[in-house]
């Protein structure tokens, strides 16, 4: 039989690495990827490049490389794209890594000036621009779910960190008991 106090510091470890975890997750979930991605692609120190795909509803973040001049990715459907001659304009610097904007709907990249690469829609553009534009209201709902989170996260830290001081002296008469201390 394991020693009490052993098995109440695995509870409070598998406790901190779940919650930990959730969090993390949670996070990850609310960015719609790209916390996962900015991760991926910052450990890799400039090898990959992070797609923003902008799709018909939404945007999502993916990692892909360039291969032979070329930038290739895989989307949300497995499916790897490819697209040839990118210049230095279409890299942007986004979150401290380097990404390129991709419209999913035309398969166009978007450059660093917000064009697109000649032959796009006019109308499609202006929509994706106008969706580009709204989306602070979107980012502003998720950085407040973001602090809420981060602010439940310290309070639920001091809260344990009290705890265990006020069951320091249990801790330390359970120590002696067991000729540990």
Excluded at 38 to 59: E, N, P, S, Y
Excluded at 64 to 90: C, E, H, L, M, Q
Excluded at 163 to 179: F, R
Aim: aromatic letters at 12%; hydrophobic letters at 50%.
């Amino acid at each position: 039989m394991m020693n009490p106090l052993i098995t109440e510091t695995l509870y409070y470890l598998g406790s901190i690495l779940f919650f930990s975890g959730a969090f993390f997750f949670g996070l990850n979930w609310l960015s719609s990827g790209w916390m996962f991605a900015f991760m991926r692609v910052k450990a890799t120190r400039g090898k990959r490049t992070m797609a923003i795909c902008h799709d018909i509803g939404d945007t999502y973040f993916k990692i892909g490389k360039f291969d032979n001049g070329a930038f290739v990715f895989k989307d949300r459907a497995k499916k790897s794209r490819t697209y040839p001659n990118i210049s230095r304009d279409d890299i942007i610097h986004f979150t401290g890594v380097n990404a390129i904007q991709i419209d999913l709907k035309h398969d166009l990249i978007i450059k660093r000036s917000g064009e697109y690469v000649p032959g796009a829609d006019a109308q499609t553009v202006s929509a994706l621009l106008t969706r580009v534009i709204m989306a602070n209201s979107i980012l502003d709902t998720k950085e407040k779910l973001i602090i809420l989170l981060i602010i439940a996260a310290i309070i639920a830290a001091i809260a344990s960190a009290y705890l265990g001081y006020m069951n320091h002296t249990e801790i330390m008469a359970l120590g002696q008991l067991t000729g540990n201390i």
